[in-house]
C-alpha cells in the first residue's frame, strides 16, 4: 500500500509543479536556516572534553582585602594562592595555567621573529585534558620542580617552523632563553579553549573569543615565569600593582588552577580542602572573604562565563522562528492542496477507503515533501555554514556539518513536514464522502 | 464594500484563515523586532570615536631586545616617526578609541567611598588630543611638565609619595557630566585610588574607550599626564592627510624597523580600520537581520499568494454566479482584495502584541532597549503592502472568471 500512496503522491505533486516547489522550498528555506545555527550553537555549546569534563574542576578563592560583600571570587587566583593549591597535591592531577605573549625565534631556521602565545602551565596539564601528542610527549613533575628549558608546541607552529617534521630535540629562542622541544601536538582545538575561559561575566555577550586556538607554545609554569619575566597581564588588580613587571607578589589575580577530582567524595574533600585553606589565610590575615569560594565543574564554569556569544544564541532563535513561519506556510499550503482533492477522495472513501487510509496517503505525501524539503535543506545548510565560515570570528574553523547534525537535519525536515502534514490530512480523512460525490 | 459577506465566508474556512492569520502575526512580530534590533546595531555603529578618523595610522611593535630605557626608546621612536614626510603629529598611546584591548581605572570622588561609581578608560600619553584631533572644548590641554614616567609614579603607588603622582586629567564632557551634573568641572578632583587625586584641567567634546560596547558609558574617558615606555602593549598614532596613510605607514614601519630590527610589528593598520574591525560582529549581525526579513516576508508573501490561488479555483463558480448577476470584474478584484486586507488586519493587531512580547524577552536576556511605538506602525504598513501585492495576481485571475462559467454544470 506504501508504494502506491507514494505513487500517488509523486503524481499528485507532479500535477502542481508551482504548488510543490513553494512548498518544498519553504520547508528548505527554514531547515536550512535553522540547521545552520543549530550545528553553530551544537558546536559552540558542547562539550570539549566529552566523558572527562565530569571529573574537571576550577577552584576559586577570594583574596580581595576590601571588607565590603563581594558577590563572586575573581575568576583568577592570585600566584601565591594557586601555587600553594597546587603544591598541597590533594587532587588526582592538578594544573596551573596562565597565558602570555612574547617573542620567538628559531635563528637557525631563517625565518623572521614571530609574537606567539605561550601557556605556562604544569606536568598534568597533558594527561589530564587528554592532549594528543604527534611527536615525543609532555614534560615530568621533576621538569615543573627544576625549572628545566623544554617546551611542547602546537601542531600548528610545527607545521609552520619545521614543515611538520619530527622537532623533538630541536631548540627555540623564547624571548632570550633556549628552550629544548620535548614534544609536538597533533591537531588539538578543544571548543572553547576552555582551560583560558575566565571573565566571560564582563563581556556584554560577546565571547566568541573563548573559541580561538590554544596557544603555540606551552612550557613549564616556573621556567615560563622567568624566561618571559614582565611579560605577563593580570586578570585584574585590586590594588596598584607595586612592580607590573613581576605579579608573584602582587595583589592581582592572573593565575587560573584546574584540578581533576575523580569520585564525588573526592570533590566533597576537595571543596572542604579549599574553604580550610580559605580559613586558614584569614587566619594569616592574607584573606578578608573566607567563606567566598567555589569549585565550580568544568561545565559549571562554562555556563557561568556564558560562553556561547549572545549573538549566536539570538540567530537560534530566529531562525526557529523562521522555521515556525515555514511550518504555518506549508501547513496552510497542504490544507488547501488537500481540500482541493475533494472530490478524488470522496470517490475514494465511497470506492471503500477507510479514513486510516486516506489519512496514511496525505501522511505519504507530506513526508515526501518533507523529504525533498530536508534534501535541499541541506544543501542550504552547507551554503549557509560555508557563510558563517567566511565570517571573521574566532570559531569560524571550527564549523562543520558532523553525523548527528547530518541526520538531525533529516529528521527535523520529515518530522517538520509530518507534523505539517497532520492537521490537513485529518481535515482530508474527515470529509464526508457522500457530499463531495454530489457535487460531481 | 460590505465587509459581512468576506467575514461569513472566512468563518467557513476557520482553519485556514487561522493559519493564515498565524503566519501574518508571526512575521509581523519578528520582522518589527528585527528592524528595531538592526537600527539599534546601526546606531550602535555609528558611535563617535571623538576624533578625526580619517587622519590617523596606528602602528604596534612588540618586544623590543632588552632595552636599557625603555622611555629613551619611546622618544626615540617618536623622533623617527615625526621625520617621515607627510605626518602633521605623532604620539604614543596606550589604546585606541574603539581599539579593543582597554586600560581602565575606577573613579571616586570620595576616596573613602567604598564602591566606585563608575569604571573609565584611562588614556596614557603626551599630545594625545592633537594627534587625535580631539576637540577641547574648556579649560587647556595638559602641559609636558605635568608629565610622569610610569615607573616612577608606580613606585610612588607604593611608597605613598604622592609628589610622583599624576595630579591633573583631561576628561571628556560625558565623564564630567556624569560626575558633576550640571557644574563647571575645570579645578574639580576625583580619585582612582586612595593616594591618586586628580585636578581636571581640560574637557574634551567627546573620546569614546577603546571597550565601547555599550553606548551609555562609551564616552567615559580621561587622559591622565603619564608617559609610558616603549612596548607591546604601546602604539604609536600617526597623523596624516587622509590620501597619504597607505604611504605613511609603510614608510613608519620602515623607519621602526630601521630603529630596532629585532623588533615585531603586530599591528599596522588605519583608523578606518579599526573602527571597521570593531564593529564587524554588528555589521555581520545586521546583515544577517536584513535576510531574515527578507527571507520572511518573501515566505509569507508566497504562503499568501498559494492560498489567495487555492481559494480563487476553489470559489470559480461562485465568482460565475456573482458575475452572471451583475458583479463587475472591479467588484470581484475588490472583494479578495479587501479579504486579505481583513486577513492582515487581524494578522498585525496580534502581531503587534507577539513584537511586544519577544521584546519583553529579548529586553530581558539581551539589554535590549525597550520597542519604541513607531516600529508598530512600520511593520503593519509593512505587512499590509506585502499582502496586497500577494494577492493582487490570484484577484485578478478571479476578476477574468467569466460569467457563463456559472452556466457550466462543473
Redesign the interface.
Known amino acids: 500500500m506504501f508504494g502506491y500512496y507514494l505513487d500517488l503522491a509523486l503524481r499528485s505533486l507532479k500535477r502542481n509543479k508551482a504548488?510543490t516547489v513553494?512548498m518544498v522550498?519553504?520547508i528548505a528555506?527554514?531547515i536550512g536556516?535553522s540547521m545552520t545555527t543549530l550545528t553553530v550553537m551544537h558546536l559552540l555549546s558542547g562539550d570539549p572534553l566529552p566523558g572527562r569534563s565530569g571529573t574537571l574542576f576550577y577552584p576559586q578563592v577570594d583574596p580581595d582585602p576590601?571588607p565590603?560583600p563581594n558577590h563572586q571570587p575573581y575568576d583568577m587566583m592570585d600566584y601565591r594562592s594557586a601555587q600553594e593549591l597546587w603544591s598541597a597535591h590533594r587532587a588526582d592531577r592538578e594544573a596551573m595555567v596562565t597565558s602570555s605573549?612574547?617573542?620567538l625565534t628559531a635563528s637557525h631556521l631563517n625565518l623572521?621573529?614571530?609574537?606567539a602565545q605561550m601557556l605556562s602551565t604544569t606536568s598534568d596539564f597533558f594527561p589530564m585534558f587528554d592532549v594528543p601528542f604527534r611527536y615525543g610527549g609532555g614534560w615530568t613533575a621533576e621538569d615543573d620542580r627544576s625549572r628545566a628549558r623544554v617546551a611542547v608546541i602546537s601542531s600548528d607552529l610545527n607545521d609552520k617552523l619545521f614543515n611538520g617534521a619530527d622537532s623533538v630535540g630541536r631548540t627555540l629562542r623564547l624571548?632570550?632563553s633556549d628552550v629544548r622541544i620535548v614534544g609536538v601536538l597533533a591537531p588539538w582545538r578543544p571548543s572553547p579553549q576552555f582551560y583560558d575561559v575566565a571573565g566571560g561575566r564582563f563581556s556584554?555577550?560577546?565571547t566568541?573569543g573563548f573559541y580561538q586556538r590554544p596557544e603555540d607554545v606551552f612550557v613549564p609554569f616556573q621556567s615560563s615565569l622567568e624566561i618571559n619575566a614582565g611579560?605577563f597581564q593580570p586578570f585584574t588588580c585590586w590594588?596598584?600593582?607595586?612592580?607590573?613587571a613581576h605579579l608573584q607578589n602582587s595583589p592581582c589575580v592572573w593565575v587560573a588552577l584546574w584540578v581533576q577530582l575523580d569520585s564525588a567524595a573526592k570533590v566533597a574533600g576537595y571543596r572542604r580542602f579549599v574553604a580550610d585553606y580559605a580559613a586558614q589565610q584569614k587566619a594569616l590575615g592574607r584573606f578578608v572573604h573566607a567563606d567566598n569560594t567555589q569549585l565550580r565543574s568544568l561545565m559549571g564554569w562554562l555556563d557561568f562565563n556564558q560562553v556561547v556569544p549572545?549573538?549566536v544564541?539570538?540567530?537560534t532563535w530566529?531562525a526557529l522562528?523562521?522555521l515556525?513561519?515555514?511550518l504555518?506556510?506549508t501547513?496552510?499550503?497542504l490544507?488547501?492542496?488537500f481540500?482541493?482533492r475533494a472530490g478524488e477522495i470522496g470517490v475514494r472513501r465511497a470506492l471503500g477507503a477507510s479514513r486510516a487510509a486516506v489519512f496514511a496517503q496525505c501522511l505519504v505525501e507530506a513526508g515526501l515533501i518533507g523529504l525533498l524539503g530536508g534534501a535541499s535543506g541541506l544543501l542550504l545548510t552547507l551554503f549557509g555554514l560555508w557563510l558563517v565560515r567566511s565570517?571573521?570570528?574566532e570559531y569560524a574553523d571550527l564549523v562543520h556539518l558532523d553525523t548527528t547534525m547530518f541526520l538531525a537535519t533529516f529528521a527535523l525536515a520529515v518530522v517538520a513536514s509530518l507534523l505539517a502534514g497532520v492537521?490537513p490530512a485529518l481535515?482530508a480523512s474527515r470529509m464526508p464522502p457522500g457530499l463531495q460525490l454530489k457535487t460531481? | 464594500m460590505d465587509i459581512l459577506p468576506i467575514l461569513s465566508t472566512l468563518r467557513r474556512h476557520k482553519i485556514t484563515s487561522w493559519l493564515l492569520i498565524l503566519e501574518i502575526a508571526l512575521t509581523c512580530a519578528i520582522v518589527c523586532n528585527a528592524v528595531f534590533m538592526i537600527g539599534h546595531r546601526l546606531q550602535h555603529m555609528r558611535m563617535s570615536s571623538g576624533i578625526d578618523e580619517h587622519a590617523l595610522v596606528q602602528v604596534q611593535v612588540a618586544d623590543i631586545a632588552p632595552s636599557p630605557d625603555i622611555y629613551a626608546r619611546a622618544k626615540e621612536d617618536l623622533a623617527v616617526l615625526r621625520q617621515i614626510p607627510g605626518v602633521q603629529a605623532v604620539a604614543m598611546t596606550n589604546q585606541l578609541p574603539l581599539g579593543g584591548s582597554s586600560s581602565n581605572a575606577s573613579v571616586k570622588l570620595d576616596p573613602t567611598q567604598r564602591q566606585p561609581i563608575l569604571s573609565a578608560g584611562t588614556y596614557f600619553g603626551r599630545d594625545l588630543p592633537q594627534t587625535f584631533g580631539a576637540r577641547l572644548v574648556a579649560g587647556r590641554n595638559l602641559k609636558p611638565e605635568e608629565y610622569i614616567d610610569a615607573d616612577i609614579a608606580i613606585k610612588a603607588l607604593a611608597t605613598g609619595d604622592t609628589k610622583g603622582l599624576p595630579a591633573v586629567a583631561v576628561v571628556t564632557q560625558a565623564l564630567a557630566q556624569r560626575l558633576w551634573p550640571g557644574q563647571n568641572p575645570l579645578g574639580k578632583s576625583f580619585y582612582l585610588t586612595d593616594t591618586v587625586s586628580l585636578r581636571v584641567v581640560g574637557v574634551l567634546a567627546g573620546l569614546a574607550r577603546a571597550n565601547a560596547h555599550d553606548d551609555a558609558t562609551a564616552q567615559y574617558t580621561m587622559i591622565l599626564p603619564l608617559l609610558m615606555g616603549a612596548g607591546k602593549d604601546q602604539s604609536y598614532i600617526l597623523r596624516t592627510r587622509p590620501q597619504d596613510r597607505a604611504a605613511v605607514l609603510k614608510a613608519a614601519v620602515a623607519a621602526l624597523k630601521k630603529a630596532d630590527p629585532l623588533r615585531v610589528v603586530t599591528r599596522q593598520r588605519t583608523y578606518d580600520d579599526v573602527r571597521h574591525e570593531f564593529f564587524a560582529n554588528d555589521r555581520a549581525m545586521a546583515g544577517i537581520l536584513v535576510g531574515v526579513i527578507v527571507a520572511l516576508l518573501t515566505v509569507t508573501a508566497l504562503g499568501i499568494v498559494g492560498l489567495a490561488s487555492f481559494w480563487v479555483a476553489q470559489r470559480r463558480r461562485t465568482i460565475g454566479v456573482r458575475r452572471a448577476l451583475g458583479a463587475t470584474r472591479g467588484h470581484i478584484l475588490r472583494y479578495f482584495q479587501t479579504e486579505n486586507f481583513l486577513l492582515a488586519t487581524f494578522g498585525i493587531a496580534l502581531g503587534m502584541l507577539l513584537a511586544y512580547g519577544i521584546n519583553l524577552f529579548l529586553m530581558l536576556h539581551y539589554e535590549l532597549p525597550r520597542l519604541p511605538a513607531f516600529y508598530f506602525p512600520v511593520g503593519a504598513v509593512a505587512l499590509w503592502l506585502i499582502g496586497q501585492l500577494a494577492v493582487l495576481g490570484p484577484a485578478l485571475r478571479a476578476a477574468a472568471v467569466p460569467p457563463v462559467v456559472a452556466t457550466r454544470s462543473v
Open positions: 504548488l513553494l522550498l519553504a528555506v527554514g536556516a576590601d565590603s605573549q612574547l617573542r623572521p621573529p614571530l609574537m624571548k632570550d556584554n555577550g560577546d566568541a611579560g590594588s596598584m600593582p607595586g612592580d607590573p549572545s549573538d544564541r539570538l540567530q530566529l522562528a523562521f515556525l513561519i515555514c504555518f506556510n501547513v496552510g499550503l490544507l488547501a492542496k481540500l482541493r565570517q571573521p570570528v492537521l481535515r460531481l
